[in-house]
Each structure stands twice: as structure tokens, then as C-alpha cells.
């Protein structure tokens, strides 16, 4: 029996162009663009679609890639293929929200708006981030703690693929230790802060003042939140989660492996990139990775799921 879970990506996975062939070819993907523009008062489509600077600075980004997400999930859900489960990576969480119709369009729009503003305008001077690649995850995370300073994992991606987060020299002198610990490369991100570290805490709490205006709804579909890397079933418990997010780690490969256990065998990467799917291949290479990012990948879809 088949059992289909929808994953979102995150912030990195856009790009100048993403999301432009469904604006195109479907209305209601356009009415997505137009709603969101009309919301934020930005123009999403040429934030999108036309080269600027703009795209990859987190105020912007944010809001440009929940945009594509939704505008790719409605002709998704106009095809008729249903998830059982949604998950989503950081900010890909507001997406996998709207798929469970916790929250609204004009909700989420306004919450990623906010939240890339808050984020961008709280990144403070001194952060860094690294992936650490070859290395298990336990020995990471002692390290980190036995690190001074701030120090923390910001991303547990897929087996051998973990991102650490926190105060420059503390992030330099963990790298040092893990390459002594064997690392196979630690490798300093070109970010514009530390984010899912402590050091952004003040923008969560900010984030959590505006999440207390927002209406949450029953979900429809379940969901799995990358902070506990489990099922929410409270939605009470959703402005919690996604306070914390912005300063808790991503346990990415957790959350996907509490999925597999329950059953999930077919996944489905909804929005720009193969990320997700890349990860995938590294946690777990028996179940089915899709990827909707182009039209055409719409239809490669339909003719796997009826196989």
C-alpha cells in the first residue's frame, strides 16, 4: 500500500526563474503569486522570476520560495494526488502547514514575510555556520558541547551530512576538533548568519508576539515538525514549534526516518531542487523519492504513483 508524504525544501534551494512555468501554464498558480503580492507588497513574480540581488538576502528569500511552494502544491492538489503526511525543512514547515490547512495562505504569507525580516534583521555580527561531512552525529554533538563559546547543530541533513551552527570562533575551533575526531571535511557556508542557533533566539520570541494573532486550524492532513521530529497533534502546540524553529536545531533526518517507521513509502519533493531528495538517498535508498520542481516533472509523477 502506498503512503505519501509531501516535503517542502528550504531556505538555499531558490533560484532566479523557480516556479516560472507554473505561472505560466496554470491560473491557479498565478492567483498564488498575485495573492502573496498582494499581501506583502512586494512583487513575487519578479522577485522570482527576473535577476536581483534581492532573491538570496533571507528577508526576501523567505517569502519568494513559501510563494513557489504553495503555487507548485496547488496544481498538485488539482491533479489529485494527496499527501497522507507533510514535512517540510525550516521554512519549507510553512508549506507542509498550508498542505495540512493548519493555517491559511494569506496567513502563512504574512508569518514568512515577517519571520525573513525579523531573521535578517537579528543575524548578529560574528555568526557562522559549516557542514561537517563523514562524521556520526553523536560525536558532533559532544564536541559542540565541549566547544567554549556558542556552538550548536543547526542541521541533521542525512547520515554523514551535518551543519553547525553558532559564534564564529566557537564554529572555527569545532571544525578544528572534528577534523581531529576524523571528519571527512568541514567546510565554512557562506550564510549571512548563524541560524538555528541560540543566537537568533530573540527573533523566535519576536516571531512567537506575531504567531499569537494567527488563526491555527485542525489539521487535515498530519504533519511532522522538524524540533521534535515527531507528529504534532495539538494545534495549540504549532505557534510553539515554530518559534522554537527559528533557534532549534533541524532534525531533518529524524523527522524523515519517524515517517519511514510509520509507514511512508513514497515521497514527493514539492518546490525548487533536488535537495531533499538527495537526502533522502542517503537515509533510506528502499522508498520512492519524487521531485515536482518543472511542469514536466508533473506528469513523471503521475505515471509512478500509477505503477
Known amino acids: 500500500m502506498r503512503k505519501i508524504a509531501f516535503i517542502f525544501p528550504g531556505q538555499g534551494a531558490q533560484y532566479v526563474g523557480m516556479g516560472k512555468d507554473f505561472y505560466e501554464q496554470f491560473p491557479v498558480s498565478r492567483a498564488i503569486y498575485e495573492k502573496a503580492s498582494q499581501i506583502t507588497n512586494l512583487d513575487i513574480a519578479k522577485l522570482c522570476f527576473e535577476e536581483n540581488e534581492q532573491l538570496n538576502i533571507t528577508e526576501f528569500t523567505q517569502i519568494a520560495l513559501l510563494t513557489t511552494q504553495v503555487a507548485m502544491l496547488k496544481v ?3 491533479m489529485g494526488i494527496k499527501a497522507d503526511v507533510n514535512a517540510g525543512l525550516s521554512l519549507g514547515e510553512y508549506a507542509a502547514l498550508v498542505s495540512s490547512k493548519v493555517i491559511s495562505e494569506e496567513a502563512a504569507f504574512l508569518l514568512v514575510r515577517k519571520r525573513g525580516e525579523l ?17 556520526e552525529s553523536e560525536i558532533i554533538d559532544q564536541i559542540c558541547q565541549s566547544t567554549e563559546g556558542i556552538v550548536s547543530v543547526a542541521n541533521y541533513n542525512c547520515p554523514g551530512q551535518i551543519v553547525i551552527t553558532g559564534e564564529e570562533t566557537a564554529v572555527i575551533k569545532a571544525c578544528e576538533t572534528l577534523k581531529e575526531a576524523g571528519a571527512r571535511r568541514t567546510i565554512m557556508l557562506n550564510v549571512s548568519g548563524p541560524f538555528h542557533s541560540m543566537m537568533l533566539e ?19 492532513t498530519p504533519y511532522v515538525t522538524n524540533v521534535i521530529a515527531d507528529y504534532v497533534t495539538e494545534p495549540a502546540f504549532v505557534k510553539t514549534l515554530l518559534k522554537q524553529q527559528i533557534y532549534s536545531s533541524v532534525k531533518w533526518q529524524q523527522s524523515m526516518e519517524r515517517l519511514i517507521a510509520d509507514g511512508v513509502n513514497t515521497f514527493i519533493e514539492i518546490g525548487p531542487g533536488k535537495t531533499l531528495s538527495g537526502f533522502m538517498k542517503k537515509i533510506n535508498k528502499e522508498v520512492m523519492i519524487l521531485n515536482i520542481e518543472k511542469v514536466e516533472d508533473l506528469h513523471n509523477v503521475v505515471s509512478s504513483l500509477q505503477e
Do not use: Y
Request: hydrophobic fraction near 45%; proline fraction near 5%.
Open 76 to 78: 498538485v492538489e488539482d
Open 202 to 220: 530573540t527573533a523566535g520570541e519576536k516571531l512567537g508576539e506575531v504567531l499569537e494573532e494567527t488563526e491555527i486550524f485542525p489539521f487535515t
Open 119 to 135: 531573521m535578517q534583521k537579528a543575524v548578529p555580527t560574528g555568526g557562522a555556520m559549516a557542514a561537517i561531512l563523514g562524521l
